[in-house]
């Protein structure tokens, strides 16, 4: 089903598109590979990344599935690498994202560089392992999970997932051993930083959580000032059996940031992996979600947020595969769009003949609170299964009337009415996020949001 609340784009590009976006990728190519993990430790990993690269172009407006979202903005900037010397950032700077519950299990990455000085994890216990990729590539045990999971996920290949794998510098690094039940929350923090010029940054998590194993973790992008930046972000998460992974996702960065990531999950035999992601920031943002159920009896929750406003864009791309019987998945992504935003949601689920008796739902909720707001939306099922229960829709609303009213008869002004309205379709998502402080600063955030 797809539901589109504006009027048919024209989709043409200028005539030299091709060529110019060519260029622009070889260039920032050449720009990010430069001092790359890849290159320096893995260079095979490397070398297949680059001719990735190499063999794709920067998607346009005529690519299904980049239909609604045009990067010719990103095409109109020069873009340096994050330099190597990172940006003198002080915990002073970074007070108003730090989380009591993980003052002594967080990684702090600035313009996609480790910084340690600023990084705290000695509140882990000894079962997990939690540092930067580089640090642990010296651990020969730890290099061999790494060689076995690093860019092995499904989707690898995509152009921006592979431009990141040629060029990020060093990553978040994530392993919870066999039988380990993490009970503090790790946070991950990405933060960028201006370096005098537009940069791009590649920032880069790997996460594996071995069989009955469970950890929370959060991920966090985050600008320090307003200013041009490109991030392009990878998070690879592994679920072996039987483990459980609680991932919130925040993206709040400066309204002149680009930001485009990915997320690629595989979950084995009877694990469990939610997934809460919200998008407030940047000016263009893209989160692709991708997840893979290998095993039977796996159980996937994911459950997203975007409030924008302005000419922001917010586009969540998300591809579900469920191969095996019993497995049970729910999605609700909701958006609220003011001003001349434009919010794009686009949800695949696929159930081939071999994932009997699964239970599957997906909706997608979508408030406009102004006649130049834009909604595309497309939600889609591919059953193939026939003995599943699965179900889809999508919603495109303004605020109702009669609600209004209803709260206006209470003794409720008709701006507080609104507020409240706002409020109650934002909390539906920010409840379910489990850090209490991250929960209260997000509330923070939409109720001077809908001020």
């Known amino acids: 089903m797809s539901i589109q609340t504006s009027s048919d784009r024209d989709l043409a590009t200028p005539t030299q598109a091709s060529a110019d976006r060519d260029a622009y990728l070889k260039q920032l190519l050449q720009q990010v590979s430069r001092q790359s993990f890849a290159s320096s430790v893995m260079p095979k990993l490397g070398e297949t990344a680059t001719a990735l690269v190499h063999e794709q172009s920067l998607p346009t407006t005529r690519d299904e599935e980049w239909r609604f979202t045009d990067l010719s903005t990103l095409l109109k900037t020069s873009f340096a690498a994050a330099g190597s010397q990172r940006p003198t950032v002080s915990a002073e700077d970074l007070a108003a994202v730090m ?31 939690v540092g930067g990729l580089i640090e642990g590539y010296a651990d020969p045990t730890l290099q061999l999970k790494i060689a076995q999971r690093l860019a092995q996920q499904s989707g690898s290949n995509e152009v921006f997932t592979a431009l990141n794998t040629a060029g990020f510098q060093d990553a978040a690094l994530i392993w ?23 940069v791009i940054d590649q920032p880069r998590c790997l996460a594996i959580a071995e069989a009955n194993s469970g950890v929370t973790l959060i991920e966090e992008y985050w600008g320090l000032g307003d200013h ?29 940031a680009v930001h485009i990531g990915k997320t690629a999950v595989s979950q084995a035999r009877d694990s469990r992996y939610v997934c809460n992601a919200v998008s407030l920031g940047a000016n263009l943002s893209r989160h692709n979600l991708e997840v893979f159920q290998s095993g039977e009896q796996t159980d996937t929750r994911l459950y997203g947020l975007s409030a924008i406003a302005h000419t922001q864009l917010a586009d969540t791309h998300s591809v579900v595969s469920l191969t095996k019987p019993h497995g049970s998945f729910e999605q609700l992504h909701k958006s609220i769009v003011d001003n001349r935003a434009h919010a794009v949601f686009n949800g695949k689920v696929f159930v081939p003949q071999a994932a009997q008796l699964t239970n599957a739902s997906q909706l997608n909720r979508n408030l406009m609170l102004s006649g130049k707001a834009r909604v595309d939306t497309k939600p889609q099922l591919e059953i193939v299964a026939d003995n599943v229960k699965c179900a889809h829709g999508a919603t495109v609303s303004q605020l109702e009337a009669d609600e209004i009213f209803y709260l206006q008869s209470r003794g409720i002004s008709q701006d507080q009415a609104q507020r409240l309205l706002i409020y109650g379709f934002a909390m539906e998502i920010i409840e379910k996020i489990p850090i209490l402080s991250l929960k209260q600063t997000l509330t923070e955030k939409i109720t001077e949001w809908t001020n």
């Open 176 to 198: 919870v051993k066999r039988n380990q039940i993490v009970e503090q929350p790790i946070h991950v923090l990405f933060v960028s930083v201006d370096e005098g010029q537009p």
């Open 228 to 256: 041009t930046h490109f991030t392009n972000g990878v998070t690879e998460i592994w679920l072996e059996e039987n483990a459980q992974v609680n991932h919130s996702r925040i993206q709040r960065q400066g309204s002149a």
């Open 99 to 129: 989380l009591p519950e993980t003052q002594n299990s967080r990684l702090v990455f600035v313009n996609g560089v480790y910084a340690p000085e600023l990084s705290a994890v000695s509140g882990l216990p000894e079962g997990v392992w």
